[in-house]
């Protein structure tokens, strides 16, 4: 796994990050004004995922489908942003609305996806990234979509997400500045070797005892959630 690591990446180990802020899906909810607000308060870097919905709107949504969120069986790629935030009982952000809110309060880590059939989803979170003064990375467990913003954004920090689909083929690439593991696949003893050239994160942390075993494996972990009275 040899990486020669080029780009400024200590924004990712400055704090830890969790998935769609601080939240519990009771009173505070994922990827909300809320919970953004609450991981700034907490000193949090904040994992986000963009998704393109039907009538090309960059929104901030943790799934490919509308189930476990809106209780829905469209996808999101398949619906209109009007008809989301018609259907949702909390506001759906879009990226520019994110932007806004962080400010570069803290560090950002986007999750996008390679099930779009034309460049207009890259060059659209590239337009919304252009004047972004803040911290900010970019990771997808497609490679397709790391090769093409390694090739036409080389001054962006772009990771190779590695999940149980494709942990077999990260050995292989190395047009990335990290990699972002499921701590389920790998040993603690693989990853503290592959740190020597590597930065690597750790992603699918659910709780508090995972957190403490993990973060002197990883340069850093990525959590599913955590409760603000957990803080």
């Not at 990486?3 to 909300?32: A, R």
């Not at 942003?81 to 909390?90: F, H, P, R, S």
């Not at 080389?154 to 990699?179: E, L, Q, S, T």
Request: charged fraction near 30%; charge should be negative; aromatic fraction near 14%.
């Amino acid at each position: 796994m040899k990486k020669l690591l080029e780009k400024n990446l200590s924004f990712l180990d400055q704090v830890p990050f969790m998935h769609g802020g601080v939240f519990d899906n009771k009173k505070i909810y994922e990827n909300t004004l809320v919970a953004y607000n609450s991981a700034i308060k907490n000193n949090i870097g904040i994992k986000t995922d963009i998704r393109l919905t039907l009538d090309h709107q960059l929104i901030c949504f943790a799934d490919e489908n509308e189930m476990r969120m809106l209780h829905t069986e469209d996808k999101v790629n398949d619906d209109t942003y009007e008809n989301i935030i018609y259907i949702a009982k909390y506001p759906i952000l879009k990226l520019h609305d994110v932007l806004e809110i962080v400010d570069g309060k803290t560090p950002l880590l986007f999750e996008v996806f390679g099930i779009y059939k034309s460049s207009y989803y890259e060059n659209s979170i590239m337009e919304e990234l252009a004047n972004y003064k803040g911290p900010y990375a970019i990771e997808s467990n497609d490679l397709g979509l790391v090769k093409w913003f390694y090739k036409n954004h080389k001054d962006v920090v772009i990771g190779y997400k590695v999940d149980k689909v494709n942990d077999h083929k990260f050995h292989f690439f190395y047009n990335y500045d990290f990699i972002d593991i499921d701590v389920e696949l790998s040993k603690d003893k693989d990853i503290r070797k592959g740190r020597e050239c590597s930065f690597i994160l750790g992603h699918n942390v659910f709780n508090d005892f995972e957190y403490e075993n993990k973060i002197t494996v990883y340069n850093n972990l990525v959590c599913e959630t955590k409760l603000e009275n957990d803080l």
